[in-house]
């Protein structure tokens, strides 16, 4: 196992444009690290810059402490899988799996049983003599990766090796990787667009944007705790909810948030528990809660009308018609969409029962809901 650390890594392109700036990471022994983004942010270039097949402009990789600035990529001994299979067709499986290990002159015996130790931990056993075109593209993704770590890498890093998979076959190979990563506990730098794949296997989940780092922890904080109105909205399915607000003095000298022209009682508790309200008063705000912290009850505090409903995994997510303002991610931060209405997204039981154009009304948990600053985006504590 070993250990891989980026220095202030930066990638400018002739054009001038920067793919990746700045990126300080460090990932640890045996850990499978997700970097997830959307597409063109750097995240692929950030991979190709480890493996040493694009120049790094400013910038340091480091494995097991020791810098890779001068070090030829077919020197390196990192594994690589790609988006693309890029299988032999003429070969078998075996044949393809163990084609690197013949490139470096082994022994024809070593191969072998090196080919079935991998195939055997692919569950690639039953399809060693057959040709790539007989094979699913689950069991090609298989062989390719097979093909990556025959040669006992220190690192393995791949680049949306699911992305040509359907739904049912990414769900399966997500579980081979997986069980194949720990069972050898290969240090692991995988790179995906799919937030749902990053939050399923990710030790540690880093979001990139606009070629840098925005927020790196567990997956679950990430989750919890976005920091800025880009990660709320791109982690979670659906995602966040991100309405303008505001915090007013309520008439019983208390507080409350604004939605529209709608008010939110904040009672004594959720004051204490947050402190700092009482200084977001006449600030320009972003509320943002997730769509399972809602709840559709008769003496809600808000109200809305329902445009469509559809279930989804055992919950019914309801859309609603808001009389509020929605907020949408700008580069800069977040800005105020310009329509007097907006709409959200509600997770129900499945047999709940809901009329559409009908009212809804509903409540918000207060515990579980977020503030932005709307100039900035970021979270504010």
């Not at 799919?194 to 399923?200: F, K, R």
Request: charged content about 25%; overall charge negative.
């Amino acid at each position: 196992m070993s250990t891989l650390e980026l220095r202030h890594l930066s990638k400018r392109f002739p054009t001038g444009n920067w793919a990746v700036r700045d990126v300080d990471l460090e990932v640890g022994e045996g850990e499978l690290f997700v970097i997830v983004g959307p597409s063109g942010c750097g995240k692929s270039t950030l991979l190709r810059m480890v493996a040493g097949l694009e120049d790094v402009t400013i910038g340091d990789v480091l494995v097991d402490q020791a810098s890779l600035d001068h070090v030829e990529p077919h020197e390196r001994n990192i594994a690589m899988a790609f988006q693309q299979y890029a299988l032999y067709p003429h070969l078998t499986v075996a044949e393809n799996i163990g084609f690197p290990m013949r490139l470096a002159h082994l022994h024809r015996a070593v191969v072998a049983r090196r080919v079935h130790e991998v195939a055997a931990a692919l569950q690639l056993d039953d399809v060693l003599d057959r040709k790539p075109r007989t094979l699913s593209g689950g069991q090609q993704q298989r062989v390719a990766m097979g093909r990556a770590i025959v040669r006992d890498p220190r690192l393995l890093l791949m680049d949306e090796p699911m992305s040509n998979l359907d739904a049912p076959l990414r769900r399966q190979t997500r579980v081979v990787i997986m069980r194949l990563q720990r069972r050898l506990g290969l240090t692991t730098l995988y790179v995906t667009h799919d937030q749902d794949e990053a939050m399923a296997m990710g030790d540690r989940v880093a979001v990139m944007r606009h070629g840098s780092i925005v927020q790196c922890d567990v997956p679950i904080e990430v989750y919890d705790h976005p920091y800025d109105v880009f990660v709320a909205q791109f982690m979670g399915t659906p995602p966040m909810n991100l309405v303008d607000a505001s915090v007013v003095e309520a008439d019983d000298g208390g507080y409350a948030l604004r939605v529209g022209n709608q008010e939110v009682p904040l009672g004594g508790r959720d004051v204490d528990r947050r402190p700092h309200i009482r200084d977001l008063v006449g600030r320009a705000l972003v509320l943002g809660f997730r769509a399972d912290a809602c709840e559709h009850r008769p003496d809600g505090r808000l109200l809305g009308s329902v445009v469509s409903s559809e279930v989804v995994d055992l919950r019914k997510f309801v859309r609603i018609e808001l009389d509020a303002r929605g907020v949408g991610v700008t580069a800069q931060g977040a800005a105020v969409d310009p329509g007097r209405r907006t709409s959200i997204v509600v997770a129900l039981d499945p047999g709940a029962t809901v009329n559409r154009w009908k009212p809804f009304r509903f409540s918000i948990d207060l515990d579980r809901i977020h503030l932005f600053d709307l100039p900035t985006g970021r979270a504010l504590a």
